[in-house]
């Protein structure tokens, strides 16, 4: 069986979709990626020896050259993408029998044209449940187009995303449709989405309340085991002393990067830690030249997690499924889409603190983590961690493998 996995994202879109690869291929099935062309992404699907199609262009500087919550630049970037999938993404996928997608809807909605057109099995994964329509919770609201705030009624309020979708992506989807002869679409999000959406997110995390709006199907998070070693000065640092504070967001460009590095690492010393801070692509860096910080780049999350006394982070779906794996309490400083959810979670779960607002203060920093450092939490936390599934890149994989199996020309 051939299959082809596309996405577009930052570090916790691709790393799911390197574990569902790595699964596949060990079922025996011949797997490709196409994903953003950045480096680091080149790099780790190399070291699991998943091949990469690059596709579009990287992210990096995207998300780091424009304002967070801007829509500048949206409807460019939205069309290319879309034009990627009916390029790049079409010709590595041709000849193969499944196409799953992930990412933003111009990823998804152009990923099921070209699966479409050429007549392979599609399955839309979902790494988080915001997206995803349901009269239990608001739409998370698209850029640049909020949602009125007066309208109060859940069902409503996704009927006005499809609307808001259709607006935004719906001409430049079935003009792309129609240069292959397909007929045009009138609900984009509910096209790419499908009524069987996968949803690989763990359901202790993350749970899904079923309705008759759609028939998601939860999997369990596809985790990629990380098998580096820590670097060698990073276990030194690690080694001679308690076990410190994590600090990082990620790849998210935070606001004004040098406040936050000092603030973090002045809330972390005023409750007696030290501190690991991650440079990301906010380009953190430490505040003075006292032994008790140490700056990482790109490094083994899942080793270092186990053996941090707390982790600070922005709240990306993939941040959070790692630190709560690793028994790690946390604080969750969301600075937008989904992260605020994920915040909800770790507090709603009592594993870690949920910073409301998005720039700390030392104090209000401080007092997060006095709630995440405190022994019930670090008991929680450890709970939790060992309720996780672990299987959730194999059942996907067998489930991809016996559909095809057993509908071998249906969509998924």
Same mark, same amino acid.
């Given at each position: 069986?051939?299959?082809?996995?596309?996405?577009?994202?930052?570090?916790?879109? %691709?790393?799911? !979709?390197?574990?569902?690869?790595?699964?596949? @291929?060990?079922?025996?099935?011949?797997?490709?990626?196409?994903?953003?062309?950045?480096?680091?992404?080149?790099?780790?699907?190399?070291?699991?020896?998943?091949? !990469?199609?690059?596709?579009? $262009?990287?992210? @990096? &500087?995207?998300?780091?050259?424009?304002?967070?919550?801007?829509?500048?630049?949206?409807?460019?970037?939205?069309?290319?993408?879309?034009?990627?999938?009916? /390029?790049?993404?079409?010709?590595?996928?041709?000849?193969?029998?499944?196409?799953?997608?992930?990412? &933003?809807?111009?990823?998804?909605?152009?990923? $099921?044209?070209?699966?479409?057109?050429?007549?392979?099995?599609?399955?839309?994964?979902?790494?988080?449940?915001?997206?995803?329509?349901?009269?239990?919770?608001?739409?998370?609201?698209? @850029?640049?187009?909020?949602?009125?705030?007066?309208?109060?009624?859940?069902?409503?309020?996704?009927?006005?995303?499809?609307?808001?979708?259709?607006?935004?992506?719906?001409?430049?989807?079935?003009?792309?449709?129609?240069?292959?002869?397909?007929?045009?679409?009138?609900?984009?999000?509910?096209?790419?989405?499908?009524?069987?959406?996968?949803?690989?997110?763990?359901?202790? #995390?993350?749970? *899904?309340?079923?309705?008759?709006? #759609?028939?998601?199907?939860?999997?369990?998070?596809?985790?990629?085991?990380?098998?580096?070693?820590?670097? /060698?000065?990073?276990?030194?640092?690690?080694?001679?002393?308690?076990?410190?504070?994590?600090?990082?967001?990620?790849?998210?460009? %935070?606001?004004? &990067?040098?406040?936050?590095?000092?603030?973090?690492?002045?809330?972390?010393?005023?409750?007696?830690?030290?501190?690991?801070?991650?440079?990301?692509?906010?380009?953190?860096?430490?505040?003075? /030249?006292?032994?008790?910080?140490?700056?990482?780049?790109? %490094?083994?999350?899942?080793?270092?997690?186990? $053996?941090?006394?707390?982790? %600070?982070?922005?709240?990306?779906?993939?941040?959070?499924?790692?630190?709560?794996?690793?028994?790690?309490?946390?604080?969750?400083?969301?600075?937008?889409?989904?992260?605020?959810? *994920?915040?909800?979670?770790?507090?709603?779960?009592?594993?870690?603190?949920?910073?409301?607002?998005?720039?700390?203060?030392?104090?209000?920093?401080?007092?997060? #983590?006095?709630?995440?450092?405190?022994?019930?939490?670090?008991?929680?936390?450890?709970?939790?961690?060992? !309720?996780?599934?672990? /299987?959730?890149?194999?059942?996907?994989?067998?489930?991809?493998?016996?559909?095809?199996?057993? @509908?071998?020309?249906?969509?998924?």
């Amino acid at each position: 069986m051939r299959v082809v996995l596309s996405t577009y994202g930052s570090r916790g879109s %691709v790393e799911p !979709m390197a574990g569902l690869a790595v699964r596949l @291929r060990e079922l025996g099935a011949e797997v490709r990626v196409c994903a953003p062309p950045d480096e680091e992404f080149a790099q780790r699907l190399c070291e699991v020896g998943v091949e !990469m199609v690059p596709t579009g $262009r990287p992210v @990096r &500087p995207l998300v780091t050259s424009v304002t967070p919550g801007s829509a500048v630049g949206l409807a460019q970037r939205a069309a290319e993408l879309m034009a990627a999938q009916f /390029d790049t993404v079409a010709a590595a996928a041709e000849g193969g029998d499944a196409l799953v997608a992930t990412g &933003p809807l111009p990823v998804t909605a152009g990923a $099921r044209s070209a699966a479409e057109k050429l007549g392979l099995r599609y399955v839309h994964a979902s790494h988080q449940p915001v997206v995803l329509p349901s009269p239990h919770r608001r739409p998370p609201g698209r @850029r640049g187009r909020p949602l009125p705030s007066e309208v109060t009624d859940n069902r409503e309020l996704w009927d006005l995303d499809a609307q808001i979708a259709n607006t935004m992506f719906g001409e430049m989807l079935n003009t792309q449709r129609a240069s292959i002869g397909l007929p045009p679409v009138d609900n984009v999000r509910d096209y790419a989405f499908t009524s069987h959406p996968w949803l690989a997110t763990d359901p202790i #995390l993350a749970p *899904w309340q079923q309705s008759a709006d #759609l028939d998601v199907v939860q999997t369990g998070a596809w985790v990629l085991t990380d098998e580096r070693p820590l670097p /060698d000065e990073l276990t030194r640092f690690l080694e001679a002393g308690a076990p410190p504070v994590y600090v990082g967001f990620g790849s998210l460009p %935070v606001r004004d &990067p040098e406040n936050i590095a000092r603030v973090a690492i002045e809330a972390v010393r005023a409750q007696g830690r030290r501190a690991v801070v991650s440079r990301g692509w906010a380009e953190l860096a430490l505040i003075d /030249d006292q032994d008790d910080c140490f700056v990482v780049g790109e %490094v083994n999350h899942q080793a270092l997690f186990r $053996r941090a006394a707390a982790v %600070v982070h922005h709240g990306g779906a993939g941040t959070t499924t790692t630190a709560t794996r690793a028994g790690a309490p946390q604080v969750v400083v969301p600075q937008g889409a989904d992260q605020p959810y *994920w915040a909800g979670r770790v507090a709603d779960l009592g594993i870690g603190a949920a910073h409301e607002d998005p720039t700390p203060t030392v104090e209000s920093l401080s007092a997060s #983590l006095k709630t995440a450092l405190a022994p019930e939490t670090r008991a929680r936390a450890t709970a939790v961690a060992c !309720m996780l599934r672990s /299987d959730g890149a194999t059942v996907a994989a067998k489930m991809l493998l016996d559909a095809a199996v057993e @509908r071998p020309s249906a969509p998924v």
